[in-house]
């Protein structure tokens, strides 16, 4: 298994954290869903990484698979009136990943996060590894410091 920026990252930090792997599926419905039921784990304990934004400003929500982000409620976090998600090019440009693949760790360029606070209703949480097929197991308040994310409802 080869290191992505986020692997590197968490390293760095110190922090425990488990890989997981499974045959990514370019073609499913829903990825988040795909990905949970080929690791057999609850799909509330799969976050996907949402890019969203204004023209002024540019985040991330965390939230589970299982559920929507509430816009309304981001747009409040990020301090806008009205924010869309990202056209997927700028988020590949924004992270420095490839969508399907885009981890909340190790992004090329800062970002705002913010972590849907149900994260807390787990010991770990998955979240993507920066890759496609990639998932990191970590523990909620491990993830808050290795993105600097604000806990908040979000979904």
Do not use: W
């Not at 390293?11 to 499974?22: I, K, P």
């Not at 039921?37 to 204004?54: E, H, N, Q, Y």
């Not at 747009?75 to 992270?95: C, G, S, V």
Request: one cysteine or more; a positive charge; charged letters at 20%.
């Amino acid at each position: 298994m080869s290191a992505t920026p986020a692997t590197k990252q968490l390293d760095q930090l110190g922090f425990a954290y488990q890989l997981h792997e499974y045959a990514y599926d370019p073609k499913a419905k829903n990825i988040g869903q795909h990905a949970a039921t080929a690791l057999g784990i609850d799909p509330a304990r799969l976050f996907k990484c949402l890019m969203f934004g204004s023209a002024n400003a540019k985040a991330f929500a965390l939230v589970p698979t299982s559920a929507e982000m509430n816009l309304k409620s981001a747009a409040k976090a990020l301090k806008e009136k009205k924010i869309d998600l990202l056209d997927p090019r700028q988020a590949e440009k924004i992270t420095g990943y490839v969508i399907g693949g885009i981890s909340p760790i190790g992004q090329k360029l800062p970002a705002k996060a913010f972590l849907d606070q149900s994260a807390f209703d787990h010991e770990t949480i998955l979240v993507n590894g920066g890759k496609r097929g990639l998932q990191i197991e970590i523990a909620p308040h491990d993830l808050i410091t290795a993105c600097n994310a604000q806990v908040l409802s979000l979904t």
